[in-house]
């Protein structure tokens, strides 16, 4: 069994920078392809970014292409979401996913079997 914990979400400015991390316990992390997903109000969930098991293949959504950036380090069974430049838009419970049986997972979320709980992050204007 796999299990996700999602911690750093919270409340920043218009502009302003946030740091998101996902601590997996389980199978060895290492073996895991990685994603970031969010769901705002009201819309459908959303893909993010995602890694590779070795970290050295990345991936991201359009609206954040430049301004989020996904690392992991194998050695402490995290995952993190660097997001700067910040807008509204933004603003959604932004959950982390593994895949266990695929090297990289792409942004198809029925790649991934684990999901964790989701933290906030709200974006003020």
């Known amino acids: 069994q796999v299990r996700l914990i999602e911690s750093g979400g919270g409340l920043v400015q218009a502009g302003g920078s946030l740091s998101v991390s996902c601590a997996a316990t389980?199978?060895?992390?290492?073996?895991?392809?990685m994603g970031w997903f969010r769901q705002a109000p009201g819309k459908d969930r959303e893909f993010v970014a995602d890694?590779?098991?070795?970290?050295?293949?990345?991936g991201y959504a359009d609206s954040v292409k430049g301004r989020f950036t996904i690392s992991r380090d194998n050695a402490k069974n995290t995952v993190y979401l660097q997001m700067d430049s910040l807008k509204p838009e933004d603003t959604a419970v932004y959950y982390c996913?593994?895949?266990?049986?695929?090297?990289?997972?792409?942004?198809?979320?029925?790649?991934?079997?684990?999901w964790g709980q989701g933290t906030q992050v709200t974006v003020s204007s």
């Open positions: 890694i590779s098991r070795n970290g050295g293949t990345t």
């Open positions: 389980g199978r060895t992390f290492s073996t895991y392809a």
């Open positions: 996913a593994a895949s266990v049986d695929r090297f990289y997972a792409g942004s198809y979320y029925l790649n991934y079997a684990y």
